[in-house]
């Protein structure tokens, strides 16, 4: 079946540092890969995807390439804001209707 | 425009009581999914609608859940005879376009946070 893997977390960083959270997961077919962020108090948000092998998508600094070699999507920023504090998920859409196979979500803390 | 909505937010309900949650998709949007997320957990799939027809009701973890989509816009996931494993939150995603479009994007909405007692 479908599964995504997500580094354990939380994890704490200062302003301005890199960030750079793993994803890596098994599918069986071609899925699309997503990230999706939720701030407090507000509810699921796309930040990025990926729909085909080396694809690289972005958004508002975040980065990501779909790596089908290492099944991997990791989500990287070079310089992090106390903004970007939120729960990152990432996902995996596959299948006829897409429905959408998420990790466990990871929490970012990013003190001034 | 509008994003989905949900209602209510919050439920709280007595262990055995049937609960109703609502959703309002993106107008114009043809997929429609329902996920339950645990504390702490991702969210996990649970049915999906294409127009009014349920497709996959391959997660709904029983048959005391329930859902309709009847004229392929609101949505309403019933839950029968509630227990305290049901409690989590409820979200719902809509897409705009139906089966093999699978780069489509899925916008949720806020979530219902369902409590059994």
């Known amino acids: 079946g479908n599964s995504v893997t997500q580094m354990e977390g939380p994890v704490t960083l200062s302003e301005e540092a890199f960030l750079t959270i793993n994803c890596t997961y098994t599918a069986t077919g071609y899925p699309s890969l997503f990230w999706y962020v939720q701030y407090p108090g507000e509810g699921l948000q796309l930040l990025l995807k990926a729909t085909k092998a080396d694809d690289k998508g972005s958004n508002k600094g975040f980065e990501a390439t779909y790596r089908k070699e290492t099944t991997s999507f990791h989500l990287e920023k070079g310089s992090v804001q106390v903004s970007d504090s939120a729960v990152y998920f990432c996902?995996?859409?596959?299948?006829?209707?897409?429905?959408?196979?998420f990790g466990k979500g990871i929490t970012l803390s990013v003190r001034p | 425009g509008a994003g989905v909505s949900q209602s209510p937010r919050y439920k709280v309900a007595k262990r055995g009581q049937d609960v109703a949650l609502r959703c309002d998709p993106i107008?114009?949007?043809?997929?429609l999914f329902w996920y339950q997320q645990a504390l702490g957990q991702g969210p996990e799939f649970l049915t999906y609608f294409q127009n009014e027809a349920q497709l996959d009701k391959s997660g709904l973890p029983s048959d005391r859940f329930f859902a309709e989509r009847p004229e392929g816009s609101v949505s309403t996931l019933k839950i029968q005879r509630t227990q305290q494993e049901d409690s989590a939150v409820y979200l719902c995603?809509?897409?705009?376009?139906?089966?093999?479009?699978?780069?489509?994007?899925?916008?949720f909405g806020p979530g219902t946070r369902l409590t059994v007692l």
């Open positions: 107008s114009g949007h043809v997929s």
């Open positions: 996902a995996l859409g596959t299948g006829a209707n897409s429905k959408l196979t």
């Open positions: 995603a809509s897409s705009y376009r139906g089966q093999g479009a699978r780069t489509d994007t899925q916008y």
